[in-house]
């Protein structure tokens, strides 16, 4: 594998303020609280842990949807931490999300075509017909029919909602895809199929994956090093096996006594 290091965050740090009580001083929860990790390019790191830890914040917090409070994002050898919208246009393009929640994270009001083309109109990569052909193309590539473009979200089951949001992703030819849980609020009959599309993709476009999830086998399955976070840092990384047969820090030995069957 290419060891070429793509992304790379150096102790980064994401406080939320929060008001306690009615007459509130003000206080805050350190979601994620001095986190450092490199993925290579092509490589799939996955971030596992207990709900609440600070996984989403950290994938949030990358793509600066979330301001960080202290910490460095690197990019290919670019520090794009303190670059404002303008700048961080082109790196936006370069890393996409998938959310954790496909009922949430597709607008009701707007079609799979409008949803899937926002992006693609952001970023100025078609117009018209190409545009069309473009959208229906990258529906094809996901596993759904091209005649679901003019479509809303309500009328899609959760597994092709994810594969919207999929698409949506793949719009603007991203490098890099933090995937946050994108199979933990589907069926388990349908978690396989996205996963596996996930991985043809990788194949065929050269990904690069963050993979956020609960499910600890299906992160041993497609992740080549795994990062293990508690209490918004990051305990421990290492390879893949090596985690799985070895693990070393008390909080995932724990973690694989509550999950038997990783
Ligand atoms: N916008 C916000 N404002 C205030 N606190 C927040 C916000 N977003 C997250 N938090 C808090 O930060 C902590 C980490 O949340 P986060 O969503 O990153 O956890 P997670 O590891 O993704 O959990 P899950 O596995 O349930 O998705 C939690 O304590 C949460 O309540
Ligand atoms: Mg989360």
Redesign the pocket.
Known sequence: MNKEILLEVKDLKKY?N?RKGMFSTKSY?K?VDGVSFTINKGETLGLV?E???????TGRTIIKLYEPTSGKIIYNGEDITGYDYNKMLPFRRKVQMIF?DPYASLDPRMTVGDIIGESIDIHKLAAGKERTEKIQYLLRKVGLNSDHINRYPHEFSGGQRQRIGIARALAVEPECIICD?PISALDVSIQAQVVNMLEDLQRDLGLTYLFIA?DLSMVKHISNRVGVMYLGNLVEITGSNELYSNPLHPYTKALFIFHPNT
């Open positions: 939320f929060v929860v979601a842990g709900s609440g830890c600070g996984k989403t914040t954790q849980e609960h």
